[in-house]
C-alpha cells in the first residue's frame, strides 16, 4: 500500500511540476522566446529609407522562417509514385466516362 501512495503521489508531483520546468529550461537555455524579433530579426527599413508597416515586417519575416524550413521531399519510391501518377490518371478518366454517361 506504501508503495502504491509514492508511486502515485510522484505521478502526481511530476504532472504538477514537469511541464513548468521544461519550459523554465527551454527559456534559460534561450531556445524559448515568446517575442517575434529574437526568433527572426527584421530590417526596420526598406530600400527607399521609409520605415516598414508592420504587415511589411510580418511577410518579410515568414518569409525568413519559410528559408530555414526544409524543402519537401517526396516519400514515395519510384514505383510508387509511378502507380500514384496512373491511379490519377485513371479516376480523372473514369471521372469524365461517369459524367458523360449520366448527361445522356
Excluded at 517575434?36 to 526598406?46: C, R, S, T
Excluded at 519575416?61 to 528559408?67: A, G, H, P, T
Amino acid at each position: 500500500m506504501a508503495l502504491e501512495t509514492i508511486i502515485l503521489a510522484s505521478s502526481v508531483l511530476y504532472e504538477l511540476i514537469g511541464p513548468a520546468c521544461a519550459k523554465l529550461s527551454l527559456y534559460l537555455s534561450k531556445s524559448y522566446s515568446e517575442k517575434l524579433e529574437d526568433l527572426v530579426p527584421a530590417k526596420q527599413f526598406n530600400e527607399n529609407g521609409k520605415i516598414k508597416n508592420d504587415v511589411d515586417l510580418l511577410i518579410e519575416r515568414i518569409q525568413k522562417i519559410q528559408e530555414e524550413i526544409p524543402k519537401h521531399k517526396t516519400w514515395l519510391e519510384e514505383n510508387e509514385q509511378a502507380f500514384m501518377e496512373g491511379y490519377e490518371e485513371q479516376r480523372i478518366g473514369y471521372n469524365r466516362n461517369y459524367l458523360r454517361f449520366r448527361r445522356r
